[in-house]
């Protein structure tokens, strides 16, 4: 069974840092590229970043050069080191493969950015 489970989000002020951990389960980790995506309320959820194999990452134009993905292939785990975090960060962050196994969403860690 597919499982992804997301942690480390939290409450903190814009301009603040945090980093999310996600661990993997029950794929081949090691020769699938995965993503970070994110939900904001009333909005579809997006890709934020994503790393494949060779650990080449991507970004999307708002958080790029803020925002660093990494894995550990050994742990089956990705990381998502977020700074300077802004009110527009505010969202439910997932993980997953990249391109998403849609039925495999997990329950995502909720990000907020608020003084």
């Known amino acids: 069974q597919v499982q992804f489970v997301e942690s480390g989000g939290g409450l903190v002020q814009p301009g603040g840092s945090l980093k999310l951990a996600c661990s993997a389960s029950?794929?081949?980790?090691?020769?699938?590229?995965m993503g970070w995506y994110r939900q904001a309320p009333g909005k579809l959820r997006e890709v934020v970043a994503t790393?494949?194999?060779?650990?080449?990452?991507t970004y999307a134009d708002p958080v790029r050069g803020r925002f660093t993905i990494s894995r550990d292939n050994a742990k089956m785990t990705v990381s998502l080191h977020m700074n300077k975090l802004n009110a527009g960060d505010t969202a439910v962050y997932y993980c997953?493969?990249?391109?998403?196994?849609?039925?495999?969403w997990g329950q995502g860690t909720q990000v907020t950015v608020s003084p």
């Open positions: 790393i494949n194999t060779g650990g080449d990452p």
């Open positions: 029950g794929i081949s980790f090691n020769i699938r590229s």
């Open positions: 997953n493969q990249s391109p998403p196994i849609a039925s495999s």
